[in-house]
């Protein structure tokens, strides 16, 4: 079968006009497959049919439409994709957990039952954690402006993705999140919206928002709010790239104080994944990014960030080409663009060079061609081995919390939840191909919540004590 999209096109077609072999290799010439061919009703003179193939791209699709609206007798009704259907009316919606079925029913769920929870509240907010959604619901806030990799295109487009999450807090943590897709890139008022509408979250959790201004608006709300704000494309990026990493360290037969490492792209993700290995015992991390390796000898004044950034990396001020910082470097880890690297600059690491090349779609350098080179080899797509994706943390994480009701994120638990997430590959499963579990492994999101609920414990974060922490 051909690798690519799967597409429905209904056609209208006169009867015994054109044969079924005909249409086969019209869809081979292509360079596409038939998955199907479905009758949908059939009339007099016609029938109509759902024609389903795999096409290689967009343009392959292009031709196909083009070549079926040439054949004598056949029209073309529409054509969609299982990816489309899947989003038709959205993917998310409420339901309530209550059900009106009497007066009396009506009267406790609204007025005038509903009023002596109101009074309760009001002389004890922290009860709205009790008698609200707030207990249970994450507000995923995002300005559209770094959706997926794909830049900035707004908040209509981003709502997909974000509806997206919301069913993998649903389905993975069991946590209500709500969408919140805003039409503005002002840092002001993104702080001022998200404040206004968190009384009604137990957490939030921003989304997509570009660097550097992903930075300050996480800061500012952490300083307004009481509950905990978590930007996922910077620390639960981090997060699973650190319990990969404490597997690949052991696979490799390295201590993580020990290591050497290149960080690539010091934006979001590289620069919290640079916070959190430091804070795990990597002592010697070089950021890399467009104008070179990040060192504290020069100044940044377009990217204060960075200057932050440099005060506390490289401590031997390696400079040069990003082949002389790789040059006996134990592990590189990308978050940066694709086919970075060369096989020169992977041969020049350390023995057993660990490489997290997570740029997509197209990774810094493709597996395959260093794959006897590298000891392990973890990248951001699904269809290699050691799949850096976080969703192996953000619903874990926010259950943890929303379970112990934490005012805010540690340090502390980001590490407690890695650790947590590295664990649940057993020793007798972990390999070279092994290092991080799959999305699909039920036990990740379990253990992550329990590690982060504990550290809120712990660290006299948590409002809320939960009888298994006891």
């Known amino acids: 079968m051909a690798a690519g999209i799967q ?47 795999v096409m290689p791209s967009d343009d392959h699709l292009d031709r196909l439409e083009h070549a079926l609206q040439q054949l004598p007798g056949t029209s073309i009704e529409n054509i969609s994709d299982r990816t489309f259907l899947m989003h038709l009316g959205g993917k998310i919606e409420l339901q309530p957990r209550v059900q009106v079925k009497t007066r009396a029913d009506l009267s406790h769920i609204y007025t005038p039952g509903v009023a002596r929870v109101v009074r309760a509240i009001a002389q004890d907010p922290n009860k709205a954690f009790q008698l609200t959604m707030k207990r249970n619901t994450v507000a995923i806030v995002t300005d559209g402006t770094a959706i997926l990799g794909l830049g900035h295109l707004g908040p209509k487009a981003a709502l997909p993705v974000m509806e997206g999450k919301s069913v993998l807090f649903k389905w993975l943590g069991n ?31 921003l989304e997509d928002i570009a660097a550097p ?47 050497r490492v ?51 990396t490289n401590p031997n001020l390696r400079d040069g080409s990003l082949h002389d910082i790789m040059t006996g470097a134990d ?27 997570m740029a997509n779609p197209d990774p810094e350098i493709q597996p395959e061609l260093v794959q006897s080179r590298a000891r392990v080899i973890a990248t951001g797509r699904s269809d290699y081995p ?38 649940v590959v057993r020793p007798e499963e972990l390999s070279a191909e092994y290092i991080i579990p799959s999305v699909f492994n039920r036990d990740v999101a379990t253990k992550v919540a329990q590690a982060v609920s504990r550290a809120a414990e712990e660290e006299g974060v948590a409002r809320r004590i939960s009888s298994s922490l006891r």
């Open 331 to 357: 592990v590189f880890i990308g978050v940066s663009t694709g086919n970075l690297l060369s096989i020169e600059d992977v041969d020049a690491m350390a023995p057993d060079p660990i490489l997290f090349v």
């Open 386 to 423: 050691n799949q850096i994706n976080n969703v192996l943390c953000f619903p874990g994480l926010f259950r943890g919390l929303l379970d112990s009701r934490a005012t805010h994120i540690t340090m502390g638990m980001k590490l407690k939840a890695a650790e947590a997430l590295a664990s």
């Open 213 to 259: 201004r992903c930075f300050e608006v996480e800061a500012r709300l952490k300083e307004r709010l009481d509950i905990p704000v978590f930007h996922d494309d910077q620390h639960g990026t981090a997060i699973v790239i650190l319990a990969g990493l404490m597997n690949a360290a052991k696979v490799a037969g390295k201590a993580l104080k020990d290591l």
């Open 7 to 53: 597409y429905i096109i209904r056609l209208h077609m006169q009867r015994e006009m054109v044969p079924f072999r005909q249409l086969v290799e019209l869809v081979d010439t292509i360079g596409g497959d038939i998955i199907a061919l479905d009758l949908v009703r059939a009339e007099d003179e016609r029938t109509v049919r759902d024609l389903t193939v």
């Open 262 to 312: 290149v960080v690539s792209g010091i934006g979001a993700a590289g620069t919290a994944t640079t916070d959190l290995l430091l804070a795990a015992g990597v002592e010697d991390i070089v950021g890399y990014d467009r104008e070179g390796p990040i060192i504290r000898t020069r100044q940044y004044p377009h990217r204060p960030s960075w200057d932050t950034y440099a005060a506390r």
């Open 175 to 205: 946590v209500d999140a709500v969408p919140i897709c805003l039409d503005t890139t002002d840092v002001d008022e993104i702080v001022e919206t998200v404040v206004r509408i968190a009384p009604g979250f137990g957490g939030i959790n």
